[in-house]
């Protein structure tokens, strides 16, 4: 999986938000700063695609509003390994995301 993650800015006065795509490497040896824009999020590519052929990261939505999420074990208890899930409510109701998934990507938490 490539180590790709999609950071999220807003405007200080507008509250446009704004997404760029770095690589790891990326990260490491630029100044990530924009002018007026405050970065409120930092999503990890998934490694996934969806029947569109569109990237998957961390906090996309679905059409059914799921949430892309990641579990690191703490919800063990549900029978939850560590990885991908699509998930609400707070993990009330998931699905393990996997290659084969027909997820069609429809959004994210902060363009509504």
């Known amino acids: 999986m490539e180590n790709k993650f ?4 807003q405007h200080e006065e507008t509250g446009r938000i704004v997404m760029k795509i770095y690589y790891l490497e990326q990260i490491e040896y630029k100044d990530l700063y924009l002018p007026r824009y405050n970065l409120i999020a930092r999503d990890q ?3 996934f695609h969806d029947i569109d052929g569109k990237e998957v990261y961390e906090n996309d939505t679905d059409k ?3 949430i892309v999420s990641y579990c690191n074990g703490e919800n063990e208890g549900l029978g939850m390994s560590v ?6 409510d707070n993990f009330e109701s998931w699905a393990e995301l996997s290659s084969d998934c027909k997820l069609k ?3 994210n938490i ?3």
């Open 45 to 47: 590519f998934t490694g």
């Open 105 to 107: 990507i429809t959004g």
């Open 83 to 88: 990885g991908w899930y699509l998930q609400r």
């Open 6 to 9: 999609r950071y999220v800015y």
């Open 110 to 112: 902060y363009e509504k």
């Open 64 to 66: 059914d509003n799921y």
